[in-house]
């Protein structure tokens, strides 16, 4: 097995972009979901709630990022401590986040149609994961503005069984994993436990339930409602849908394409 495609997101829930080779910070691949956006009272927006997000395309640049939309484009510099703190919440966590400027938070406003606020997620902020999925021996494990955990990996035989079952098949892109696993069998990733990526080893700590996104197409921010139901006649388990699994680092700092795959356990 090998790695066959890395993403990275660094808006949760907005376009990803694909990388030949990552760095691993202590939230995972590095600048992947340490930006998000909420509305006034804090709350943070996905596609879920705005599927036009799925339209929002993310470049990285030096020290900040590109966002582009319907042919308009804008940069803005990472915020730096003398920023603005706003309280910002996703899922049952509430943390202080550095506040994007005015300009920037008026044209994603006006580009996606609704009151918008971008914060950042500061390197030294702490957000653990929940401790109960973790190895007894795994000390704690951090993660940014993703839903719960720093990595979300998938084999591509998984895609490809899906495919066969679905009236038309979909890309990758809906499942929004950060590693894309080559040369395993159909939901292989269910059974494992703990993987060797070239000299990193991860912990797979969690099945990854699935909601709406997947019913999204990321180029067009449309409704596909094959995905979910098809998914449900064969990925459901008490009431709750799963495809991927979750995933925290255990030892190492990068992965590249083509990177050797073992699994440990």
Same mark, same amino acid.
Request: hydrophobic content about 40%; aromatic content about 8%.
């Given at each position: 097995?090998?790695?066959?495609?890395?993403?990275?997101?660094?808006?949760?829930?907005?376009?990803?972009?694909?990388?030949?080779?990552?760095?691993?910070?202590?939230?995972?691949?590095?600048?992947?979901?340490?930006?998000?956006?909420?509305?006034?009272?804090?709350?943070?927006?996905?596609?879920?709630?705005?599927?036009?997000?799925?339209?929002?395309?993310?470049?990285?640049?030096?020290?900040?990022?590109?966002?582009?939309?319907?042919?308009?484009?804008?940069?803005?510099?990472?915020?730096?401590?003398?920023?603005?703190?706003?309280?910002?919440?996703?899922?049952?966590?509430?943390?202080?986040?550095?506040?994007?400027?005015?300009?920037?938070?008026?044209?994603?406003?006006?580009?996606?149609?609704?009151?918008?606020?971008?914060?950042?997620?500061?390197?030294?902020?702490?957000?653990?994961?929940?401790?109960?999925?973790?190895?007894?021996?795994?000390?704690?494990?951090?993660?940014?503005?993703?839903?719960?955990?720093?990595?979300?990996?998938?084999?591509?035989?998984?895609?490809? =069984?899906?495919?066969?079952?679905?009236?038309?098949?979909?890309?990758? =892109?809906?499942?929004?994993?950060?590693?894309?696993?080559?040369?395993?069998?159909?939901?292989?990733?269910?059974?494992?436990?703990?993987?060797?990526?070239?000299?990193?080893?991860?912990?797979?700590?969690?099945?990854?339930?699935?909601?709406?996104?997947?019913?999204?197409?990321?180029?067009?921010?449309?409704? =596909?409602?094959?995905?979910?139901?098809?998914?449900?006649?064969?990925?459901?388990?008490?009431?709750?849908?799963?495809?991927?699994?979750?995933?925290?680092?255990?030892?190492?700092?990068?992965?590249?394409?083509?990177?050797?795959?073992?699994?440990?356990?």
């Amino acid at each position: 097995m090998d790695l066959s495609a890395i993403y990275r997101y660094p808006i949760k829930s907005a376009r990803g972009h694909s990388l030949e080779a990552a760095v691993i910070d202590r939230f995972g691949v590095s600048g992947d979901r340490r930006w998000m956006l909420i509305d006034s009272a804090g709350l943070f927006y996905s596609q879920r709630r705005l599927p036009q997000m799925a339209l929002l395309e993310v470049a990285s640049i030096v020290g900040g990022l590109r966002l582009s939309f319907g042919g308009e484009s804008i940069q803005l510099e990472i915020p730096g401590a003398q920023q603005n703190e706003v309280s910002a919440t996703v899922w049952e966590h509430t943390m202080l986040a550095r506040c994007a400027d005015d300009r920037v938070n008026t044209w994603l406003s006006e580009c996606l149609g609704e009151d918008l606020r971008l914060v950042f997620f500061p390197q030294d902020a702490n957000r653990p994961v929940d401790a109960d999925y973790l190895p007894d021996a795994q000390q704690e494990q951090h993660v940014g503005f993703a839903d719960g955990f720093p990595l979300l990996i998938i084999t591509q035989a998984s895609l490809d =069984d899906l495919n066969t079952r679905l009236p038309a098949p979909v890309p990758m =892109d809906r499942f929004r994993p950060n590693l894309v696993i080559r040369g395993a069998q159909p939901y292989a990733e269910d059974s494992w436990r703990q993987l060797r990526v070239g000299s990193t080893t991860l912990a797979i700590v969690k099945p990854c339930s699935r909601c709406a996104i997947p019913a999204i197409n990321q180029q067009t921010a449309e409704q =596909d409602p094959d995905i979910n139901r098809v998914l449900a006649g064969y990925r459901r388990q008490d009431g709750v849908i799963y495809f991927g699994m979750n995933a925290v680092v255990t030892a190492g700092e990068d992965f590249a394409v083509g990177d050797v795959v073992e699994v440990l356990e």
